[in-house]
């Protein structure tokens, strides 16, 4: 069973890094999360790759018996590549376009992105897949999350186009009648008429909403199908995993579709986020666990497990001493098998300083720490029980075209 931590060793002093990795080892964890916010680090100019850092960590790792879950880095660009085609990132319902300077911005539709993101995992794979301290391969993070699962740009429109094309075999009149676009005279002559569907009065086609739901969808699933093979291409026999946020039934992604792109699946499990005053219901928190084991019908990873006030810009709840290991024992209990808590110390600069993580601010011992150490004790102490299979008993059926629906005529 894998307990462990996730590691930003670039963001620290690296003098730190013996020390930290030590204290890691020492801490009845044997695994570590690196390297998914990195892109920088290893091209810090367009076409000179430099993967010498982490070859490190992953060397100083794998003389302490740490195995290393290798993230690939695509979730955020480099500051170079913004400037070479500031066109990459997404633009929202009202025309706006993402700017520089957060996470999750670039179109999964454009040419010059998929481009650049292809190549790093290529370079990375081909960099660390025969190292022995590699764990698996850890896609990208988060496809979806904060309304990145959307995007009106020029170029999403004119795939939105070839996907319609697809679909109704460029048959115009099929898709007409599909949406029912006699009503209200937006009946169209050809697919080159067709815009996405923006904000309008009252509200867009909600037969055109459907089919641009599921074009999303499907614009998720072959990102992740591509960087998977990239991944299987060079090293067959290695795992690849992706951590899904949880929001299952709010998001324009089929998860499913998702799963089938990748050996484990992994979620991360925030009970308490931002300004929340009090953490979600367990039940909630239970169905997105349940959920997740479903994907591939057997137990799987927690690659984010709150262990401390979580926040960007606004503190809500605190945890708890016990809330960690309620919560953590929830996830084992619903097939969690390997556990990786949020993250090993908590960041002094950057976006997610209100993210606490084992350790806080000071690098000092403290009760999360004693928690985490009681929680893997006892979790070794049942570790029989907790990598049994989950057996379940109840099904439940649910269809993402009913869900889009939903949500688009409530």
Partial sequence: MYFGVDYYPEQWDYSLIDED????????????????????????????????????????????????MLGTPTATVPAWLYKKDPKIFSVDENGLQRHFGGRRQACLNSPTYNKYADRITKKMVEAYHKHPALLLWHIDNELGHETSDMCYCDQCELEFRNYLKQQFNNDISSFNNAIGSVFWSQTYNDFEEINIPRPTIPAPNPGMMLYFNRFRAQTTTNFLARQANIIKDIAPNQQTLHNFTGDYFSKAQDHTDLAEQIDLVALNNYPVWGGQQIPVDAYKTAMKLDQTRGFHRKNYWITEQLIGAQAHNIMGFVPRPGHAKLWSFQAMARGCKNLIYFRWRTATKGAEQFCYGVLDHDNKYNHRYDEMLDIIKLAKQNQQAIQAPTQSKVALIYSMDNIYSWRIQQ
Avoid at 38 to 65: C, Q, R, T, V, Y
């Fill in 21 to 68: 990795l030590n204290r890691i080892a020492n801490s009845e964890l044997n695994c570590i999360r690196i390297a998914e916010f990195a892109w920088h680090l290893m091209e810090p100019i367009e076409n000179e790759f430099d993967f010498s850092f982490f070859e490190m960590i992953l060397n100083k790792a794998h003389k302490l018996g740490l195995k290393v």
